[in-house]
């Protein structure tokens, strides 16, 4: 089916990872700890008692990795950078040594001429931040913007795009929220009040970038990674509707309306009343930075069920691994439903999209049909999509290759490369044969066209 789709001649292919989801090497070279070293060298924290000291070994092994999308025929590489390994404590002094490491993988890209889309912050904040009060501290949004620009003065010529944050739902969600992430706190009103912090960093890195490259010429686009889904109500209950239409506040319009709108969504302050983040005048013109594209993350929607217990989304397509249902359609949905919200929505890279299964080997191989047929149906998806008027420019999947999967730790498989992590061996699995040869299909529709 999608093999006969035709994406537009100039639609960006790629794939992506994460810092410390990949990296390891956790104190080489003068890298300082970050929130996710601390955290998951608890083995409570994690849940195969896994942390992220080795992981895939990329910091030693990324010109394989390099070599490796090469093979897949892929025109771009998102990644994200520590913030630690380049400035251990999150301020003062440089570190040179981490700043080399991204050099050198730079080079590696350039070699294959693969395009580099860098994330400033993929949830690994230096502990030395956090020991100041992290995202918690106004503070850390003026740090933030320090880095933002540094990182943009040295790399900005070479980057196809940076986006400051990846996920901050996240961050302040299972961050501060229900303490499944790093740093591990369960507040709703500190979860709140980080999620201001991090809006608010983002636009003063946003200013900081720009400032940067009006210096040096560079022009990467700038814009932010959200995740978002659509919010359904499982009946047509008053109750159900009722708790559809908030969680489509808190989880989208939450981050949206601010950066489009200058303001937050009404129907959540209100229902967070005394929660309601502190704001000081002027936050919201720092926030509402112009943004030259919006990473949009997807995976699936969200069903909302009043009941006790909540009613179970239908499942028609089955879940993934990690008990997510696989709901393609939601991506259609979803951005229709953005571009009807926000008219100004500027152009849309998926960010990320892909599953965890419990791939096994056999034979050397590992035959993943299940997340093919992800990858097919959701690329179908995006080009209803983009048959409705939605600008989308690229699609990255989640993920290159296995990896630490946050507090699943290794248990959970996202890759198109399978990753031995007793060896370190990294076998592409057939999604990775096929996303190479869908690749190539474009490539030769385009000559054709
Ligand atoms: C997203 C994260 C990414 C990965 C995928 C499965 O929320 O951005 O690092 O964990 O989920």
Redesign the pocket.
Same mark, same amino acid.
């Given at each position: 089916m999608t093999d006969t789709i035709q994406f537009p001649s100039d639609f960006t292919w790629g794939v992506a990872t994460?810092a410390f989801?990949i990296e390891g090497a956790a104190s080489a070279d003068g890298k300082g700890p970050s929130i996710w070293d601390t955290f998951s060298r608890n083995p409570a924290n994690i849940i195969d008692g896994s942390n992220g000291d080795v992981a895939c070994d990329h910091y030693h092994r990324y010109r394989e990795d390099v070599a490796l999308m090469a093979g897949l025929g892929v025109d771009a590489y998102r990644f994200s950078m520590s913030w630690s390994r380049v400035q251990p404590t999150g301020k003062g002094a440089w570190n040179e040594a981490g700043f080399d490491f991204y050099a050198r993988l730079l080079d590696a890209l350039d070699e294959k001429g693969i395009a580099a889309h860098l994330t400033l912050y993929?949830w690994d904040l230096p502990q030395g931040l956090q020991d100041d009060g992290g995202w918690l501290s106004r503070d850390t949004a003026q740090r933030f913007a320090d880095y933002a620009h540094e990182v943009a003065r040295r790399f900005g010529k070479r980057l196809a795009s940076i986006a400051t944050h990846?996920?901050p739902w996240?961050t302040a969600n299972l961050g501060y929220g229900n303490a499944q992430f790093a740093p591990g706190v369960r507040d709703k009103k500190q979860a709140i009040q980080v999620s201001h912090h991090l809006l608010l960093s983002h636009g003063l890195a946003m200013q900081a970038m720009r400032a940067a490259n009006a210096a040096t010429g560079a022009k990467p686009a700038l814009g932010i990674v959200l995740?978002q889904w659509t919010a359904e109500p499982a009946t047509a209950s008053e109750a159900d509707r009722r708790l559809a239409a908030l969680e489509w506040a808190n989880s989208i319009e939450w981050f949206m309306d601010p950066i489009f709108k200058r303001r937050y969504p009404a129907l959540s302050l209100e229902a967070h009343g005394a929660d309601a983040p502190d704001v000081l005048p002027g936050d919201f013109d720092i926030i509402a930075q112009p943004l030259d594209f919006l990473g949009v993350?997807y995976?699936r929607r969200e069903v909302m069920s009043a009941e006790v217990p909540p009613r179970k989304p239908e499942g028609g397509m089955g879940f993934t691994d990690m008990g997510w249902e696989i709901y393609p359609q939601g991506l259609t949905e979803l951005l229709v439903q953005l571009k009807q919200e926000y008219p100004d929505l500027p152009p849309v890279y998926i960010t990320?999209n892909g599953m965890a299964d419990a791939d096994q080997v056999a034979g050397g191989q590992v035959d993943d049909a299940a997340r093919t047929e992800y990858v097919r149906t959701h690329l179908a998806a995006l080009k209803a999509a983009m048959d409705q008027g939605i600008d989308v420019r690229a699609y990255f999947l &989640?993920s290159l290759m296995d990896n630490f999967? &946050?507090n699943s730790g290794y248990a959970k498989r996202?890759g198109i490369v399978y990753v031995d992590y007793a060896t370190q061996q990294r076998i592409p699995k057939a999604s990775a044969l096929w996303y190479r040869d869908f690749v190539a299909g474009q490539r030769a529709q385009r000559r054709a066209a």
């Amino acid at each position: 089916m999608t093999d006969t789709i035709q994406f537009p001649s100039d639609f960006t292919w790629g794939v992506a990872t994460s810092a410390f989801q990949i990296e390891g090497a956790a104190s080489a070279d003068g890298k300082g700890p970050s929130i996710w070293d601390t955290f998951s060298r608890n083995p409570a924290n994690i849940i195969d008692g896994s942390n992220g000291d080795v992981a895939c070994d990329h910091y030693h092994r990324y010109r394989e990795d390099v070599a490796l999308m090469a093979g897949l025929g892929v025109d771009a590489y998102r990644f994200s950078m520590s913030w630690s390994r380049v400035q251990p404590t999150g301020k003062g002094a440089w570190n040179e040594a981490g700043f080399d490491f991204y050099a050198r993988l730079l080079d590696a890209l350039d070699e294959k001429g693969i395009a580099a889309h860098l994330t400033l912050y993929h949830w690994d904040l230096p502990q030395g931040l956090q020991d100041d009060g992290g995202w918690l501290s106004r503070d850390t949004a003026q740090r933030f913007a320090d880095y933002a620009h540094e990182v943009a003065r040295r790399f900005g010529k070479r980057l196809a795009s940076i986006a400051t944050h990846n996920e901050p739902w996240c961050t302040a969600n299972l961050g501060y929220g229900n303490a499944q992430f790093a740093p591990g706190v369960r507040d709703k009103k500190q979860a709140i009040q980080v999620s201001h912090h991090l809006l608010l960093s983002h636009g003063l890195a946003m200013q900081a970038m720009r400032a940067a490259n009006a210096a040096t010429g560079a022009k990467p686009a700038l814009g932010i990674v959200l995740n978002q889904w659509t919010a359904e109500p499982a009946t047509a209950s008053e109750a159900d509707r009722r708790l559809a239409a908030l969680e489509w506040a808190n989880s989208i319009e939450w981050f949206m309306d601010p950066i489009f709108k200058r303001r937050y969504p009404a129907l959540s302050l209100e229902a967070h009343g005394a929660d309601a983040p502190d704001v000081l005048p002027g936050d919201f013109d720092i926030i509402a930075q112009p943004l030259d594209f919006l990473g949009v993350n997807y995976y699936r929607r969200e069903v909302m069920s009043a009941e006790v217990p909540p009613r179970k989304p239908e499942g028609g397509m089955g879940f993934t691994d990690m008990g997510w249902e696989i709901y393609p359609q939601g991506l259609t949905e979803l951005l229709v439903q953005l571009k009807q919200e926000y008219p100004d929505l500027p152009p849309v890279y998926i960010t990320e999209n892909g599953m965890a299964d419990a791939d096994q080997v056999a034979g050397g191989q590992v035959d993943d049909a299940a997340r093919t047929e992800y990858v097919r149906t959701h690329l179908a998806a995006l080009k209803a999509a983009m048959d409705q008027g939605i600008d989308v420019r690229a699609y990255f999947l &989640w993920s290159l290759m296995d990896n630490f999967e &946050w507090n699943s730790g290794y248990a959970k498989r996202f890759g198109i490369v399978y990753v031995d992590y007793a060896t370190q061996q990294r076998i592409p699995k057939a999604s990775a044969l096929w996303y190479r040869d869908f690749v190539a299909g474009q490539r030769a529709q385009r000559r054709a066209a």
